[in-house]
Structure formats: structure tokens, C-alpha cells
Nanobody, 114 residues
């Protein structure tokens, strides 16, 4: 059974940092591409960052230079380090991978106060 479990969200002031974690189970993690998405109230879910099995990464323009995605294959975990947070980063953040179909975690709330 494929499971993705996110953690690390919370309330932070603008300019602060948070690190999100996503633990993936039930897949051959080391070959998986894993993504972070976010969804703000009233907005569509958007891709924030992704990392493939070789460690190549991609980011949406609005987070480049502030967010860093990384993975630890020994722990089946993907991280999203978020620095210089802005109020517009406020959203529910979801971990995603593809294993016989798209798989999603339950999400973790990130709130950035101004």
C-alpha cells in the first residue's frame, strides 16, 4: 500500500523558515520522482518543486532561490526547505508521486503571517 505522510508545517512570520518532510512507503522510492504541490484557498493546486531519482530538481519561478527540495533514499524521505517565506506562500502543501496512478499525502498547512 502506497502512503505519503507529510509533516513540518506550521505558523511562521514573513522572512522565516520551515522544513517540510514527506515519508514515502509502499514504492521503490529510490527510482521515484517526488513532487511538492501547494493549494491556497480559492486557488488551483500548483507544482512547487520536484526531484527525480537522479537528484535533478525543478521549481516554480516564484520559489526559486528560496526553496530547496532534496531527498534521502535511505530514509525514503523528501524534504522541502523553505526560506525567506512570504505571506503568499501560505497554503496546504502536498507530497505527490506516481505509482500505478498519482498518489498524494494528506497535506500539511503552512501559514506565513505578515
Amino acid at each position: 500500500q502506497v502512503q505519503l505522510v507529510e509533516s513540518g508545517g506550521g505558523l511562521v512570520q514573513a522572512g522565516g523558515s520551515l522544513r517540510l518532510s514527506c515519508v514515502v512507503s509502499g514504492t521503490t522510492f529510490r527510482i521515484d520522482t517526488v513532487n511538492w504541490y501547494r493549494q491556497a484557498p480559492g486557488k488551483q493546486r500548483e507544482l512547487v518543486a520536484g526531484i527525480n531519482s537522479g537528484g535533478s530538481t525543478n521549481y516554480v519561478d516564484s520559489v526559486k532561490g528560496r526553496f530547496t527540495i532534496s531527498r534521502d533514499n535511505a530514509k525514503n524521505t523528501v524534504y522541502l526547505q523553505m526560506n525567506s517565506l512570504k505571506p503568499e506562500d501560505t497554503a496546504v502543501y502536498y507530497c505527490n508521486t506516481y505509482s500505478k496512478g498519482p498518489r498524494w499525502g494528506q497535506g500539511t498547512q503552512v501559514t506565513v503571517s505578515s
